[in-house]
């Protein structure tokens, strides 16, 4: 079965400080593909990051940076620099699987708070 | 390109009442999903349409929901009667891509209810 663990449910951080988001699968399928999405107040999902399981270099985006470590199936996100925009629900997911239909396996979200 | 719209953003209603949400998605995107979110837990996949026809429904709660996608364009699940836990925020999604697994989904801003 497929699990998605995001152990943090709130964080809060002042702003400029850094701030990682843990995020820890389960899946037996070799071929996968883990993203984050980031919820802001207005609701809708924002697409961040796709990785295939295949890639584990780690990826940089301005203040965004992704760590995808098979070794312990865990495929962490952390905020340089932290801004008050950056505050919103982070949820990482995945799909897989010999017949994927893009189905995403979601975690709990992590709840982000940067105070200004 | 307009995204992916959802309506009504909030419903309230009472318990054994129905109601209907809608999801219109990108125009083009033959996939659409539905997802559901209570109580700040995870987001749950509940189906999966490929075009009009359902391609996987196995996270429909039980049979007070009924999803359509007549003509493969807009979308509309039906809960009746609703029940207390059916409470929570309902997302919908669409993604054009012919390899589905490797999809990046476009959400919508969600549709939440509220049943008293």
């Known amino acids: 079965a497929q699990k998605v663990t995001q152990a943090q449910t709130e964080i809060s951080v002042v702003e400029k400080e850094d701030v990682t988001l843990d995020c820890v699968y389960e899946?037996?399928?070799?071929?996968?593909?883990l993203f984050w999405y980031k919820q802001p107040p207005s609701g809708e999902l924002v697409f961040l990051i796709r990785?295939?399981?295949?890639?584990?270099q780690n990826e940089i985006s301005g203040r965004y940076s992704w760590n995808f470590q098979k070794s312990t199936s865990s495929f962490n996100f952390t905020i340089t620099a932290s801004q008050v925009v950056d505050s919103a629900v982070y949820f990482c997911?995945?799909?897989?699987?010999?017949?994927?239909?893009?189905?995403?396996?979601f975690g709990q979200g992590t709840t982000l708070q940067v105070k200004p | 390109e307009a995204g992916v719209t959802q309506f009504p953003s909030h419903s309230v209603i009472e318990k054994g009442q129905t109601v209907t949400l809608r999801c219109d998605p990108i125009?083009?995107?033959?996939?659409l999903y539905w997802y559901r979110r209570v109580m700040g837990k995870e987001i749950k996949f509940l189906l999966h349409?490929?075009?009009?026809?359902?391609?996987?429904e196995s996270g429909m709660p039980n049979n007070r929901f009924l999803a359509e996608r007549t003509g493969g364009t807009y979308s509309t699940l039906k809960v009746q009667p609703a029940e207390l836990e059916d409470s929570g925020v309902y997302f919908c999604?669409?993604?054009?891509?012919?390899?589905?697994?490797?999809?990046?989904?476009?959400f919508g801003a969600g549709s939440r209810l509220t049943v008293l």
């Open positions: 999604a669409s993604s054009h891509r012919q390899v589905p697994g490797a999809n990046v989904l476009t």
């Open positions: 899946t037996r399928d070799t071929t996968y593909y």
């Open positions: 990785r295939n399981s295949f890639d584990e």
């Open positions: 997911a995945l799909s897989g699987g010999s017949s994927n239909t893009g189905k995403l396996i």
């Open positions: 125009s083009g995107h033959d996939n």
């Open positions: 349409f490929v075009k009009e026809s359902k391609q996987d």
